[in-house]
């Protein structure tokens, strides 16, 4: 069952223009149609289903610096500004709380992983640190794991997903900002070798300019239009507990789980090191791009061959401005959920912290992350298409990086200064 959100009260009104239209109205999506509201720029939202009841609500809710890629730091660090707004900003409590992350190492394989990543971004101003054993029983007692060392970063955080959206897309809209639900882009019009317009399942609205944020659909949505983005599904399983007094209000990331707390008391885990694979015709297509990451991150990928691959063929990889599009026959990816998944979490949990043997899990659910070849995201113009920018394949990080994510597409959009170098984001690494 998914994470049930904050009702939001969006458009029943189908606007014959605009100045930017965004599609897909998840987290990064909603944030840029905020900040373009905030300028005063029209912004109209299309989303195929329902805003944020694909990942953004589904995900972890971590908000974290640790163990990201160094050129992807200042994204993070963006983030963490703009996060401190986001209650003033949406005049909502959305349950940010700068609580700090931890990872436990199991093995000295594991804590030397998090040794050359501190070497790595040295000079960042981050106030990431190693962890002995002792610290560790400080930050989180009641442990029973034999850990050699770990690594926290005080400033990290997290925020509640099913809150955030909402709390952002109302913000959207009281500034001006149209948010159309239940309403897919086919396609896009074209005039004069630029973006004219969408052409949606309702008709079509005319703008300047177009950001595509659509997740896990934006592969197939720039297939059909002849644009290579390299992103393949994978699946996490996830569940909640009721409220309870656990060891710590830090994020903690194990080997083999991950535990954080909840606004409402509870806690929200998972098993960290496993990831579903529902095998597509993706994979096979440009499943060689992720080799080196498979090798040196995802040990532990579970394939499943099977109805997944027919669903997947079903949806069809072409059709035109006419035809009913693969949007409209599924609006809201909803994967099952993996018991065992859950149920490996909750053991590895409960043999480290065994107050957790008293937990009572109150709901599950699983998400579909798009995830790139380097687990980078794509914010980027496409050269190709003038007048179309992309951000997606955030690969699970979109949510903590929402804030500056959202921002720097805005820029992007509106050929504004960036909020940062946005070159790392660019879609052309992936086509040289």
Known sequence: MAPVIVPVQTSPDFPEKTTVVVI????????????LAE???PVVVLEKGRIAAEQSS???GWIRKTSRDKVDVPLALASDALWAEMPKRTGTDVGYRQAGIMYVARTDDEMAGHERWIKSVEGLSLDSRLLSPA????????????WVGGIYTASDGRAEPTLVSSAIASAAIARGAVIVEQCAVRTLSMAAGRIAGVVTERGEIRCEQVLLAGGLWSRRFLGNLGVALPTLPLVASVFRTSPMDGPTDIAVGGPDFSFRKRLDGGYTITQRGALFAPLTLDHLLIGHKYLPTLI????NVRISVGRDLVRDLSLGRRWT??????????RIMDPPVIPALNAEAQHNLEAAWPVFKGAVVRQSWAG????TPDSMPVISPVTKIPGLTLASGFS????GTSPAAGQLAADLVTASTPILDPSPYSLDRFTG
Do not use: C, Y
């Open 39 to 41: 300028r005063g720029v």
């Open 24 to 35: 897909g109205g998840g987290i990064v999506g909603l944030t840029a149609a905020l900040t």
């Open 396 to 399: 699970g990080h979109g949510f």
């Open 58 to 60: 589904r995900n972890l």
């Open 135 to 146: 610290e560790i029983a400080r930050l989180a007692p009641g442990g029973r794991g034999t």
């Open 296 to 299: 040196a991150q995802w040990k």
């Open 368 to 371: 579909m992350i798009d995830v």
């Open 321 to 330: 401005a006419s035809d009913r599009s693969p949007f409209e026959n599924t």
